[in-house]
């Protein structure tokens, strides 16, 4: 996406995030989280917000979500760096948290979670990404995915080897190549350097529970004609229309100068 110069006035996002059990599971997976604003030393370290999809036999999808939402949330606000540098370590640290966990805790052996966050400072749009939740920018009327997708079938639509249309059918469409706590040598997506908002931008993270059963098309129609509390109402509503097989997240932010009301 090519950069632009940020508002002359500095910008802040605003929004809602929201999580569902779906209408099969019996156990939400996800992890959601959104903090406004988080400051340190008379210094505001701004907004993070965070999907976290976990799996694992039993509650273990539970429990790696939860502990990528704590580290992630923890270890970017301690430290004094740059977003692009605190999200890599907030994740190496989560990734870490989890593979020890499931070390220590044979039940809870194999578990993992995907983890797509976002950090705002400055005006600028960081991103972080692991897995196949998903983080979308709304601009001038056109929804674009920020993240890729680490899934088999997108790395071989990525690669020439399927095409577009054949991807998500078939063997192999929930293969998940990489996620927090199942190894060591796990490799995030991590931007270097952040992503100039504009004022009136949306941004949308969310888990597979929703894009698995929701189109993209549906996504901006909701994001674009209702404000981010009901945005994520309608669109946790028209997944499980569609089913509902999965647990539902979505969050949906807004670029504003000014937040005269408390995020919800």
């Known amino acids: 996406m090519t950069a632009n110069r940020p508002s002359a006035a500095p910008l802040r ?13 019996q156990l939400n997976e996800d992890s959601v989280a959104f903090i406004a604003s988080a400051g340190r030393d008379d210094r505001d370290y701004g907004a993070l917000a965070l999907v976290a999809d976990g799996m694992g036999g ?10 990528a939402l704590e580290v992630v949330r923890r270890v970017y606000y301690s430290l004094d760096k740059i977003p692009s540098e605190a999200l890599r370590a907030a994740f190496d640290a989560a990734n870490r948290a989890i593979f020890d966990y499931a070390a220590k805790h044979p039940d809870c052996a194999g578990m993992g979670t ?22 979308y920018l709304m601009r001038d009327g056109r929804l674009t995915q920020l993240s ?13 080897v399927m095409s577009p249309e054949d991807a998500g059918k078939g063997a192999g469409s929930n293969v998940i190549l990489q996620a927090l706590g199942t ?6 997506t991590i931007w270097t350097e ?7 931008d949306i941004v949308v993270l969310c888990t ?48 504003e100068t ?3 009301d408390p995020p919800i």
């Open 258 to 260: 000014d937040i005269a």
């Open 194 to 200: 952040g992503l100039p908002l504009r004022q009136g």
């Open 148 to 160: 890729d997708d680490q899934t088999l079938h997108a790395q071989l639509v990525r690669d020439g």
């Open 183 to 188: 190894r060591l040598d796990v490799y995030p």
């Open 58 to 67: 039993h509650a273990a999808g539970e429990v790696a979500s939860a502990l």
């Open 114 to 135: 995907t983890c797509t966050a976002l950090g705002v400072r400055d005006s600028l749009l960081w991103l972080a990404h692991v897995g196949d939740s998903r983080a």
């Open 208 to 255: 597979d529970g929703l894009t698995n059963l929701v189109s993209d098309a549906r996504i901006a129609e909701a994001v674009s004609k209702n404000p981010p509390p009901e945005a994520c109402r309608l669109l946790i509503d028209a997944a499980r229309r569609g089913g509902g097989h999965d647990n539902i997240s979505v969050g949906v932010f807004v670029a």
């Open 13 to 25: 996002i605003a929004g809602a995030i929201r999580t569902d059990v779906g209408c099969v599971r």
